[in-house]
């Protein structure tokens, strides 16, 4: 069962534009949202997170907003530039069942950003 | 710092055969996590270690895949009788200590390709 839903697979935005990636998910206990970005040959590494009691978060050029009764998340990413050319995955926490922390991640959006 | 590092990078395998795959965590990390990113999705959980115990393997597909961290540090991931369909990269991430409080973010390393002809 896919758990957390990511659109759109792929994204061109010019430079200087914004980019915009959403996800959707189903299980309302999760716990903590972090968006990753992924360069090919390279595992993810963590971009920004957020917390399901706070509607927004800024950091730099990317912001999260976050929409807790729609169970909706965006991830922004104001002046894009070359440099963020990546896949990035939206993922979830689940529940601390024993103490885990089990991320469960989007399918993944592919962005260019053309010069 | 060094990061999380894997070995191998890649790994081509026949059908059937038995593989092993490494994770060195960040030093310190006693949290230790196994994940498996097929072409084009994002990655799926396989196993999580809090110390040389897997507190949860709810992620393993079938029995034969296995993983320990004997000492606490390093992890092997094993694959028995491996089939076309383990074709994947397999990610290995680690981070402080779980706490029920807290998020302790996971750091991932690159990977190791495993090809499954």
């Known amino acids: 069962q896919q758990q957390v839903k990511q659109s759109p697979q792929s994204l061109i935005v010019q430079k200087g534009g914004i980019s915009i990636i959403n996800c959707a998910y189903e299980n309302t206990a999760f716990d903590y949202f972090p968006w990753y970005q992924q360069f090919p040959g390279k595992g993810p590494a963590l971009l920004i997170a957020?917390?399901?009691?706070?509607s927004e978060k800024k950091e730099g050029r990317f912001t999260i907003s976050f929409n807790k009764s729609a169970k909706q998340f965006s991830l922004h990413i104001m002046d894009s530039q070359p440099g963020d050319s990546a896949t990035y995955f939206c993922?979830?926490?689940?529940?601390?069942?024993?103490?885990?922390?089990?991320?469960?991640f989007g399918q993944g959006t592919r962005l260019t950003i053309n010069p | 710092g060094a990061g999380v590092s894997q070995t191998p990078s890649n790994k081509v395998t026949e059908k059937g055969k038995y593989v092993e795959l490494r994770c060195d965590p960040i030093s310190g990390h006693t949290a230790l996590y196994w994940y498996r990113q097929s072409l084009g999705q994002g990655p799926e959980f396989l196993i999580y270690f809090q110390g040389t115990g897997a507190a949860d393997d709810s992620g393993l597909p079938n029995d034969r895949f296995f993983a320990v961290r004997p000492e606490g540090s390093v992890s092997t991931l094993k694959i028995q009788r491996t089939e076309r369909g383990d074709s994947a990269v397999y990610l290995c991430?680690?981070?402080?200590?779980?706490?029920?409080?807290?998020?302790?973010?996971?750091?991932f390393g690159p990977g190791t390709r495993l090809t499954v002809l």
């Open positions: 957020i917390r399901p009691d706070v």
């Open positions: 993922a979830a926490n689940r529940p601390r069942e024993q103490g885990a922390q089990k991320l469960v």
């Open positions: 991430a680690s981070s402080l200590r779980v706490r029920r409080d807290t998020y302790n973010e996971q750091f």
